[in-house]
């Protein structure tokens, strides 16, 4: 690879598309997605999450993937290289990033509980609704076991990062995203095929605008920020390690688009066997957890099924929580100068902490809130509908009029290998459509924390 800087450089195109993909799909599809179409009312949902995909979100990634990819450094120091000050669109990103560990880990450590569980037979007996619910609830508000497979997820997380062993993670995910998305279709059949799925289509197909208020257009774009990783430099950070020769627009194009059609797919999977099994579909968070055993009870040997599939979501949950370590480490390490088993046990030791109070705020902590919130509520709020859009409208900013024209241009057009009226629309959504789209959301919602409630 062509590359002066002493840093590591990711092998190929396709190395860059698999890593970044590990780093977007994650429980945020899976998860996060379809329980928020659930309780935006289905297809209306999913229409304005794909505009703001289109117009928000995409253009945002071009600016990250410029900006890291042109500097070669973490988020801190690539945000810093014209002028300290818009540094702290970096610090903001370290900032986000163990805001999103703290809850992220929690829901991360649920899917190892499901694994085990799914595993030794626990939910084959199942038939009502009210089991599957009552299960997930008090799983989640005990405290221990919670906190223990939290814990066991934290530390696998950990051990990858300081062990270095990406490479390891770059084989493994050649296999593994396409053995997720290869599962996730034959879900998706079978929640097709179980009695009554057509009220769950018709919900995700036929939309009611109705239903729409600007908490839904909130949720929605939150979502995007979340999902794509786009808004606190993780892709900057990820872009740091493209190869000059890496197409960011293409690269930028096929990530945004695995990540919705894996999210698309995911609700297809959910929101069917939510009426078909009679759970209701603003069941919020637990939605995902309480409907999957009971797709799975309708296969032969849902044990084994059940079982791959939570690993794959492990699988994919991992990968993402290393790019949200690796931020604060390449941050570390970088700019602060630590080793890296140093920096990485500092990131996962304060994780611990926040991860515990998060984990802890879903049952004995439940009383204790902040603006209304319990404390996972509120990092999950507080990031994908304030802090990733802000620091997203920073990228735009700082991407299309600081740096300016010429240099996306150069970025974008990888040596005039793509049309200049493309490039010209990419720097066109980037300098005013984005920002202003998501500015128009806050003002929408004044008085910043009635905004998200
Ligand atoms: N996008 C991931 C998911 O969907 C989560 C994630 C990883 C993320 N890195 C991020 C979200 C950076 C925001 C910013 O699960």
Known sequence: MSNNSPRAVFGSSLTAMLVTAGCSVGLGNIWRFP????????????????LAVIFIGHPIMLAEFAVGRSTHKNAVGAYSVKDKRWGLLGYNGVFIAFVIMGFYFVVAGWTIEYMVNSADGAFTGFTSADEYTGFF???VSGVWT?????WIFILISHSVIALGVQKGIERATKVLMPALFIILIVLAITSIRMPNSEVGLKYLFVPDFSKVT??????????????????????????????????????ATQLTIVDTIVALLASVIILPAVFS???EPTSGPSLVFITLPGIFNTLPFPELVSTIFFMLLFIAALTSTISLHEVVTAYLIEERKMTRVKAVSMVSAAT??????????LGVLSEFKIFGYVIFDLFDALTSNLLLPMGGVMICV???WILGDRFMHAQLSNESRHSDTIVAINIFLLRYVSPVAVFILFLDGIGVFKMFR
Request: glycine fraction near 10%; hydrophobic fraction near 45%.
């Open 137 to 139: 609830s008090n799983y």
């Open 277 to 279: 099994v009679g759970i």
């Open 352 to 361: 611990v902490v926040m991860a515990t109070l998060a984990s802890l705020s």
């Open 35 to 50: 329980y928020l179409v659930g309780e935006g009312g289905g297809a209306a949902f999913i229409i304005i999450y794909l």
């Open 398 to 400: 700082y991407a299309s």
């Open 146 to 150: 919670p906190l223990i497979y939290t």
């Open 214 to 251: 600007s908490r839904t257009i909130i949720n929605a774009v939150g979502q995007v920020f979340f999902s794509l990783s786009v808004g606190m430099g993780c892709l900057t950070t990820y872009a740091s390690y493209f190869s000059d020769k890496t197409d960011i627009r293409k690269t």
